[in-house]
Nanobody, 112 residues
């Protein structure tokens, strides 16, 4: 059974930054596309970013383009999401995904 565990969420002011991590276990993450999603209160879960298995290609939702950076360290079996210039509307539970497996989510709250 595979497992993903997110960490790094918290409370930050608008314009601030947070870095999320997602550690995989039970499988080799290097073989899979890595993904980040988020779900805000009252909304459906939405896709945020993708990264190819080697990290050579990345994709972002329009809402985070230019502010967020997805990366990975396959040697550490870990995905990352660097979030800069955060906005109130970025407030959500953030989930990582790989090998069709979801993490438990980590709360990101952007508030003044």
């Amino acid at each position: 059974q595979v497992q993903l565990v997110e960490s790094g969420g918290g409370l930050v002011q608008p314009g601030g930054s947070l870095s999320l991590s997602c550690v995989a276990s039970g499988f080799a993450l290097r073989w899979y596309i890595g993904q980040w999603y988020r779900q805000a209160p009252g909304k459906e879960r939405e896709w945020v970013a993708d990264i190819s298995s080697t990290g050579a290609s990345v994709k972002y939702a329009d809402s985070v383009q230019g502010r967020f950076t997805i990366s990975r360290d396959n040697a550490k079996n870990t995905l990352y999401l660097q979030m800069n210039s955060l906005k109130v509307e970025d407030t959500a539970v953030y989930y990582c995904r790989g090998a069709s497996t979801w993490g438990q989510g980590t709360q990101v709250t952007v508030s003044s």
